[in-house]
């Protein structure tokens, strides 16, 4: 199956400051979902974002499929923005329709 | 116009009972999807639904798990003679279509005893 891999494993800051996350996968796909799991545990989505550039707010992404990764970008970070981002991949219509998830990424924003 | 529902929220049962976890999904989503989060294994695929065709079961650890979807809305996840290793946070998430985004519930807390 796909291999999907985080980076950093952890990142602490201080409030105010900017954060590069990183995802790499292992094989082509056709979905990548950027979610944030909040101290309570609820998923939220962030960003589908299977190639190109989005930007929501404080928070972007970029995808740059032909080299099989994804980058997550948080700036002027908030106490809020503390939790776990996960990078999550699937190839729908190719048997893999359910997302395959990495092992995440642990921020703790500090104020 | 709400989210995806699941209940119960937390659940704990007796190694070898039976336990059966429901989901309700965004309302008009084709698309349905059990995960299963753990300390030791992180967030993993269970098994897919879409529309009214042959789920995708390609996630399911054992022949313990199964998991219905009456009239393309609700779904049950049933896990048999449940196993201590079974304990884990149960996720179901819906999307519009296949591929598209998925929206989680707030998830079943499991703990075999």
């Known amino acids: 199956g796909i291999q999907v891999e985080q980076s950093p494993p952890d990142l602490i800051l201080q409030e105010g400051a900017n954060s590069t996350l990183r995802c790499n996968f292992s094989?082509?796909?056709?979905?990548l979902q950027w979610f944030h799991q909040n101290p309570w545990g609820q998923l939220i989505n962030l960003f589908y974002?299977?190639?190109?550039?989005k930007q929501n707010g404080r928070l972007s992404a970029t995808t740059v499929a032909t080299e099989r990764y994804s980058l997550l970008y948080i700036s002027s970070s908030q106490t809020t923005d503390s939790g776990v981002y996960f990078c999550?991949?699937?190839?729908w219509g190719g048997g893999a329709d359910g997302l395959t998830f990495g092992k995440g990424t642990h921020l703790i924003i500090q104020p | 116009g709400a989210g995806v529902s699941q209940s119960p929220s937390n659940k704990v049962t007796e190694k070898g009972k039976d336990v059966e976890l429901r989901c309700d999904p965004i309302s008009g989503h084709t698309a349905l999807y059990w995960y299963r989060q753990s300390l030791g294994q992180g967030l993993e695929f269970l098994i897919y639904f879409q529309g009214n065709s042959a789920p995708d079961k390609s996630g399911l650890p054992s022949d313990r798990f199964s998991a219905e979807r009456t009239g393309g809305s609700v779904s049950t996840l049933t896990i048999q003679r449940t196993q201590q290793e079974d304990s884990a946070v149960y996720l179901c998430?819906?999307?519009?279509?296949?591929?598209?985004?998925?929206?989680f519930g707030p998830g079943t807390r499991l703990l075999v005893l």
């Open positions: 974002i299977p190639s190109g550039t």
């Open positions: 998430a819906s999307s519009l279509d296949r591929g598209k985004t998925q929206y």
């Open positions: 999550a991949v699937g190839r």
């Open positions: 094989d082509s796909v056709n979905n």
